[in-house]
């Protein structure tokens, strides 16, 4: 267990409708990362959010949104998926606002199909 | 457009022997790499990583080679074990440390045979 939780662990839905996933990061860590994997892709940086703040943006795709809550817990909205969209989405941690020489801390991931 | 590149999607390896998986980039302000290891249905996990002004940096078993001039990083398994089998992702940063966005590789998957 790496301390960075993210459910569901797998969502199917079809296209045309709206998800979300959510993220708790490691106790204490202020930052949270978004990233999605598709298949035989690396992952692909898709947002950061620092102590509630918008920190860096990746190529994210506008019905995509996401928000970090004063409880540090975050949230990746997903609207009006396309069969695309259908990928591994992880979520990440770290006490800074930055990674640092250690990395930062993955979830297991959230595997969104679109039917 | 892949700035970092895993030209290998697999590498079959005998258990003690040395594993070598490598890594292109192109993007010549990365100025910080990470290796990160992944099982089945788990997340990522950091194995190592190297800032630009060095050319290697060893942990244990583990040890990853920059090379800047040609663009090229390797991580050198030494001995390989089966519990090494997983999907190993090299990733850059063009922020150092500072990073909050990484530059991921497609992955190559080791298989160590026992």
């Known amino acids: 267990d790496s301390g960075v939780t993210q459910t569901p662990k797998h969502l199917i839905t079809a296209t045309g409708q709206r998800v979300t996933l959510r993220c708790s990061p490691r106790s204490g860590d202020l930052s949270v990362y978004w990233y999605q994997q598709s298949l035989d892709q690396g992952l692909q940086f898709l947002i950061q959010y620092y102590n509630g703040e918008e920190r860096a943006k990746g190529n994210i795709l506008e019905r995509f949104s996401a928000q970090q809550f004063p409880d540090l817990h975050s949230e990746l909205n997903l609207s009006s998926l396309e069969l695309g969209d259908s990928a591994l989405y992880f979520c990440a941690s770290s006490v800074e606002g930055w990674g640092g020489s250690n990395g930062y801390t993955f979830g297991s991931g959230t595997r969104l199909t679109v039917v | 457009d892949q700035q970092v590149k895993q030209n290998s999607p697999s590498l079959s390896v005998q258990e003690g022997r040395i594993s070598i998986l490598n890594c292109d980039y192109t993007?010549?302000?990365?100025?910080?790499f990470l290796w990160y290891k992944k099982y089945p249905a788990e997340g990522p996990t950091f194995l190592i990583s190297?800032?630009?002004?060095?050319d290697k940096n060893e942990d244990g078993r583990f040890t990853v080679f920059l090379n800047k001039s040609a663009k090229h990083l390797s991580l050198h398994i030494v001995p390989s074990q089966p519990g090494d089998s997983a999907v190993y992702f090299c990733?850059?940063?063009?922020?150092?440390?500072?990073?909050?966005?990484?530059?991921f590789g497609q992955g190559t998957i080791l298989t160590v045979h026992p």
């Open positions: 993007n010549s302000m990365f100025d910080y």
């Open positions: 190297i800032s630009s002004i060095k």
């Open positions: 990733a850059a940063s063009a922020e150092g440390t500072s990073y909050g966005k990484l530059t």
